[in-house]
């Protein structure tokens, strides 16, 4: 199954390095992402999307939830992986096989095999929604990459380098395009540029994405 709509141009699966430890696999999983986004659903219905605090006291733009054995969260008191869902204070619910597959298979094709993450962290981005520059280091161990799937409305990826100061280049994401970041980009500050108005035919007014990590227990 596509997910290519008449205004969606279907591109063909390639690869781009567009760092060293940064490699961008365009189109990777656009015939997954019905069935991608169905999971998501059935997941959000037990643990639903929301915005968290961040520890300066701000509401972040992204709604959030997770899958896996840990799921990443946010409050007053900093930033931490749980094993429970703070909001039910029940586990987060097991990482569907297909996810799980799909990190494992674009670790490989990236060169980071073997990856098996135990912690997805899906954000999901209304129009407008960003993600200010930062940097993933609530993880432990940097030795992992970090598997990052788009779906949905395109964005601007803002890629930038070890240091904050630096200007980070912007860079196009569509449905299905995967990312693969680690060995020395692992820690490289990166954010999300502001949602343009848009519809998707399988998201509507949303860009989805998950972001797959393998966090120390
Ligand atoms: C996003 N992604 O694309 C947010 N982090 O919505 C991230 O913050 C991210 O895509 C680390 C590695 C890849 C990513
Ligand atoms: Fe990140």
């Keep these: 199954m596509s997910d290519n709509g008449t205004l969606w141009p279907l591109e063909t699966p390639s690869q781009e390095g567009l ?11 656009g015939s997954d992402a019905a069935s991608l986004l169905q999971e998501i659903d059935t997941i959000a219905a037990v643990a639903p999307f929301r915005q968290l ?7 972040m733009s ?10 990443w969260t946010s409050d007053r008191a900093g930033y931490r992986y749980t094993t429970n ?12 096989r297909s996810f799980l597959a799909l990190a494992e298979l674009a670790a490989t094709e990236a060169g980071f095999a073997p990856f098996t ?3 997805c962290l899906i954000n999901r981005y209304a129009v407008g929604a960003k993600l200010s520059l930062h940097q993933d280091k609530d993880e432990l161990d940097y030795t992992h990459p970090i598997v990052s799937v788009s779906l949905g409305l395109p964005a601007t990826f803002l890629l930038g380098s070890l240091q904050r100061s630096d200007t ?3 860079i196009r994401i569509e449905s299905g395009d995967v990312m ?3 060995g020395p ?18 998201t509507g007014s949303f860009r989805i994405n998950l972001t797959f990590r393998c966090v120390m227990h």
């Design 19 to 29: 760092a060293d430890g940064v490699v961008l696999l365009r189109n990777f999983c």
């Design 53 to 59: 605090t961040v520890p300066g006291g701000h509401t």
């Design 62 to 71: 992204v709604a959030m939830t997770n899958t896996g054995t840990f799921g």
């Design 85 to 96: 869902d703070p909001l039910s204070d029940r586990p987060w619910q097991p990482m569907p």
């Design 117 to 119: 993450p135990n912690a």
């Design 168 to 170: 980070p280049r912007r």
């Design 180 to 182: 693969v970041w680690g």
């Design 185 to 202: 980009a692992r820690l490289i500050y990166h954010g999300v540029a502001p949602i343009r108005p848009g519809s998707h035919p399988l």
